[in-house]
């Protein structure tokens, strides 16, 4: 029977692109998202994998979601967090609440998802996590230091977990994509687009989510069994670590 892949964010983005590349490599795919029900009705209708509905920050949520996943499909062998947010804003203009909001969903997130279907995968022997971060949390960016700093967050915690992971075959590795042509880049304003951002990625483009999907069915394939605690970065040549 092939894999169980839960990808958050799933249906919209770099993680619709995801949930279908793994689709296509035999996966059984479950795509959650947090809310906009009719692009998840419009990507279930058109792609078949089944979408479920809950907010990464909320553990209880994770853990009701995942439970149901688990019975209605399998069990969760690859588990992808791509589900974020942007709450953009200089800093001296940065709320509290646009803090945690990004914290809460793109760093905590990570430990609400994974911590449920961790044991599950040490108990099985088996398990790919896949987390995606941002070239945001490598080099920082102004506007974002909520952003920045759950992204780079991530990546710390991704490198822990791979440590913890190894010995039960299971890697923890990461993505860095850069600007991709998503709608959560294009509502950067489109000055700031053109003029800053652009002009940036010595490719000359923004990246297409497809891109980024494909560095995932890689992560989480057989192949990348010996590659955990790795950061992958695909960022059109913007920044190199
Ligand atoms: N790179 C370079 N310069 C930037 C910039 C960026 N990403 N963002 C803003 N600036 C510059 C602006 O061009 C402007 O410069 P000038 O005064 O010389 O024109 C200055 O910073 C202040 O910007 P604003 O006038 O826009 O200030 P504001 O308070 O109205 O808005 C902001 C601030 C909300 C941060 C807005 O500029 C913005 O949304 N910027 C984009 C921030 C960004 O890059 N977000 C990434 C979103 S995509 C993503 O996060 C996915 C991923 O992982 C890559």
């Not at 983005?13 to 029900?37: E, F, H, T, W």
Request: net charge neutral.
């Amino acid at each position: 029977m092939s894999r169980v892949a839960l990808v958050t964010g799933g249906t919209r983005g770099i993680g619709a692109a995801i949930s279908v590349a793994l689709k296509n490599a035999g996966y059984r795919v479950a795509a959650n998202y947090a809310g906009n029900d009719e692009k998840a009705r419009a990507f279930h209708e058109a792609t078949g994998v089944p979408v479920f509905k809950w907010d990464v920050s909320d553990y209880a949520a994770c853990g009701e979601g995942i439970a149901r996943i688990e019975s209605e499909i399998g069990p969760v062998e690859v588990l992808v967090n791509n589900a974020g947010i942007t709450r953009d804003a200089m800093f001296h203009k940065m709320t509290p609440q646009q803090w945690h909001e990004v914290i809460n969903t793109n760093l905590t997130g990570l430990f609400n998802m994974t911590h449920q279907v961790w044991t599950g995968m040490r108990d099985r022997s088996f398990g790919r996590i896949v987390n995606i971060s941002s070239i945001n949390g490598q080099k920082g960016q102004m506007g974002q230091a909520n952003y920045s700093a759950a992204k780079a967050g991530d990546l710390g915690f991704t490198k822990a977990l791979a440590q913890e992971g190894a010995a039960k075959n299971i890697t923890v590795n990461a993505i860095c994509p850069g600007y991709i042509g998503t709608e959560m880049v294009l509502a950067v304003p489109e000055k700031v687009l053109n003029e800053r951002i652009i002009p940036q990625i010595p490719v000359g483009r923004l990246g297409e989510p497809e891109e980024i999907a494909r560095c995932v069915t890689f992560l989480a394939s057989d192949d990348a069994g010996f590659i955990t605690g790795s950061t992958l970065t695909a960022n059109g040549g913007q920044f190199f670590v």
